[in-house]
């Protein structure tokens, strides 16, 4: 697994996962382009073999104290190998390196996997919104990290995050 920033040269291969993992309501290309090109935001892409398995992005102004994790796929067949978890540390890393004490997200309460993977690493359900995504009328789980209590529980693990960009 090597992680890596994106680049708009990985737009292709981000929107084909995009649809595969959100068949219902993916982003637009114009959209993730944006949100490559964003100096508020920082995507990661997960390469294997020359071939990008996931992505995730997360918007952390710099000096913020709060920050969102944006977006996390992983290619089905990539699934189960911690690529999901390394991604999500990497992007809390990069958030804290640019300030960030909290960090907020939505999760769809039919993803089960994954609002088990964000409590596992301390996120809390602060709030849902009913039937937040559309078309499927499928709620969003709201959570929130305290990053600061995250990053004291990560202290005895190597960092790979980097300075803010």
């Known amino acids: 697994?090597?992680?890596?920033?994106?680049?708009?040269?990985?737009?292709g291969a981000i929107m084909t996962l995009e649809r595969a993992s959100f068949p219902t309501d993916a982003w637009s290309e114009s959209l993730m382009a944006a949100e490559l090109a964003s100096p508020h935001?920082?995507?990661?892409?997960?390469?294997e073999a020359g071939r990008v398995v996931g992505y995730g992005g997360v918007r952390a102004v710099r000096g913020a104290?709060?920050?969102?994790?944006?977006?996390i796929a992983i290619a089905e067949a990539a699934r189960g190998a911690g690529r999901g978890r390394a991604?999500?540390?990497a992007l809390l890393g990069e958030a804290r390196e640019c300030g960030a004490r909290e960090m907020f997200l939505e999760v769809r309460a039919d993803?089960?996997?994954?609002?088990?993977?964000?409590?596992?690493?301390?996120?809390?359900?602060?709030?849902?919104?009913?039937r937040y995504y559309q078309p499927?009328?499928?709620?969003?789980?709201?959570?929130?990290?305290?990053?600061?209590?995250?990053?004291?529980?990560?202290?005895?693990?190597?960092s790979d995050a980097g300075a803010c960009w």
Do not use: C, H
């Open 41 to 47: 935001g920082r995507y990661l892409v997960d390469v």
């Open 65 to 71: 104290a709060d920050a969102d994790i944006q977006t």
């Open 136 to 158: 499927d009328d499928i709620d969003a789980v709201v959570m929130k990290l305290d990053l600061a209590a995250w990053a004291a529980a990560q202290a005895s693990a190597p």
């Open 111 to 130: 993803n089960p996997v994954a609002e088990a993977l964000y409590a596992s690493e301390g996120f809390v359900e602060i709030a849902r919104r009913p």
């Open 1 to 11: 697994m090597t992680l890596r920033t994106a680049t708009g040269d990985d737009l």
């Open 87 to 89: 991604l999500l540390r």
